[in-house]
């Protein structure tokens, strides 16, 4: 009889413990499509002709920055025998000082500053890439996982870069989803330093058909080499 009653025990443990790693795969795509994804999906390009998705079989690579927009840099312009790197720090998601890769697409490993877009405190837009997986496997020190809770992130929120010995503060303006055929995010605008963090949307989802835009405008970089950003 105790035996018996054990064995129901530990059933019914194992069904209750399969339906929360169900619920923890779930919930993340449901409230995402459910919230941001209902509220930003008017912004998806209106010129976009069709669904734009990139890639929707699940064994498709999306650690290779060249596999994330249709019409974009070819994955020749993101390899460079000389790859250099800074830095960025995300407080509100914890990110502190995470390696920004200028000259590769491999985001297991980096961040990845999209080919010919402007370095961080000049004119223009610089556009960097992070990957995501389920925000239950949020780990803001795994490259892999580093950009899962980007969608958390609000206007105001502050993002600082270290680039070539000066620091740059950065502050969030806008979010809004793409898909990955919309390129034009990725354009240049010389009337202020801006900063562009990419990743795949919603966490979670296998396909990833779309592609979340936090746009930031620089504040004030701390100067500490005597010097001012142009």
């Known amino acids: 009889m105790n035996k018996n009653i054990l064995l129901k025990v530990a059933a019914v443990i194992c069904g209750i413990s399969g339906l929360v790693i169900l619920a923890g795969v779930l919930v993340p795509i449901i409230s995402y499509e459910g919230s941001f994804g209902a509220k930003y999906s008017q912004l998806l390009s209106p ?33 460079s025998k000389n790859i250099s790197y800074y830095t960025i720090s995300i407080p509100k998601l914890k990110i502190d000082t995470a390696s ?37 496997f949020y780990n803001p020190k795994d490259y892999i996982s580093i950009f899962s809770t980007l969608p958390s992130l609000k206007a105001g929120d502050e993002i600082f870069v270290a680039y070539d010995g000066v620091n740059y503060n950065y502050r969030v303006e806008d979010l809004f989803e793409v898909l990955p055929s919309d390129i034009e995010v990725l354009e240049q605008d010389s009337t202020d330093s801006f900063l562009t963090l990419v990743t795949c949307v919603p966490p979670g989802d296998p396909r990833k058909p779309k592609r979340l835009i936090v746009r930031a405008r620089i504040v004030a970089p701390e100067d500490i080499n005597g010097t001012t950003w142009n």
């Open 47 to 79: 010129i976009s002709n069709n669904n734009g998705v990139l890639g929707t079989d699940d064994n498709y690579d999306y650690t290779k920055a060249s596999t994330w927009f249709t019409g974009g840099a070819a994955r020749e312009a993101f390899i």
């Open 100 to 136: 920004v890769a200028i000259g590769g697409e491999d985001l297991s490993k980096h961040l990845i500053q999209y080919p010919g877009t402007a370095l961080p405190g000049k004119r223009g837009n610089a556009v960097i890439f992070g990957h995501s997986i389920l925000p239950i």
